[in-house]
């Protein structure tokens, strides 16, 4: 029996949740847990992976017929290395606070498995079309949970959405949400609730 033919919108929208990094891969998730803090950090550190993954993927399967076997993890590696000083610099010159806030976790981003992943799992065994969109998807995915996951850990841990205060005056902060326990205790639940709604999703 052959195999069914994956169409071009399924090969971005399953980054998005079927094969979500964070929720259901579980890559990713030191940077997930540390930057998250806020909104604003969640976002720009999605930003910046979905830009280094995009690129990456691009870059690998336009490369791919001519990268030996023996290093193709180590050209991958580079490929990503370079992308990832772009993104760095790019906010160390221009959203220096961003920067400062997200510290050593964007040069962090070469090693990050969810990127050098699908490198490997999928950049490197198709076109040019079809490894953009799941670049993006997977990117999409990775920044959305991580703008969610922040925007929950923000909204009890300061009041604020991306810096504006939304909670009434006489609420009083949760200060765990934003040490790592409230990090792991929120993404602990936003992987649950994923994983019972796929499973409601299974049984219809």
Same mark, same amino acid.
């Given at each position: ?46 930003? !910046?992976?979905? @830009? ?6 691009? $870059?690998? +399967?336009? #490369?791919?017929?001519? %990268? /030996? ?17 772009? !993104?760095?610099? @790019? ?6 606070? $961003?920067? +400062?806030? #997200?510290?050593?976790? %964007? /040069? ?97």
């Amino acid at each position: 029996m052959s195999k069914k033919k994956v169409t071009l919108i399924q090969e971005f929208l399953k980054g998005i949740w079927k094969e979500n990094p964070i929720l259901i891969s579980l890559l990713g998730l030191c940077p997930t847990l540390a930057v998250t803090v806020s909104a604003e950090n969640g976002l720009a550190m999605g930003l !910046a992976a979905t @830009f280094v993954v995009i690129s990456s993927s691009i $870059i690998v +399967s336009m #490369l791919r017929k001519i %990268i /030996p076997s023996e290093v193709r993890i180590a050209s991958f590696i580079v490929i990503i290395a370079t992308f990832v000083t772009i !993104a760095d610099r @790019f906010l160390a010159a221009y959203f220096p606070d $961003i920067s +400062s806030s #997200l510290g050593p976790f %964007i /040069p962090l981003i070469i090693v990050n498995c969810m990127i050098l992943g699908r490198q490997e799992a999928f950049a490197s065994k198709n076109g040019i079309g079809r490894s953009f969109l799941d670049a993006f998807g997977v990117g999409l995915g990775f920044t959305l949970v991580l703008v969610l996951l922040g925007t929950i850990r923000e909204l009890f841990g300061s009041g604020t959405i991306f810096g504006i205060q939304v909670m009434w005056d006489s609420f009083h902060p949760w200060a765990v949400m934003i040490l790592p326990p409230g990090a792991f205790l929120a993404l602990g639940l936003m992987i649950g609730a994923s994983n019972w709604l796929n499973e409601l999703g299974e049984k219809k």
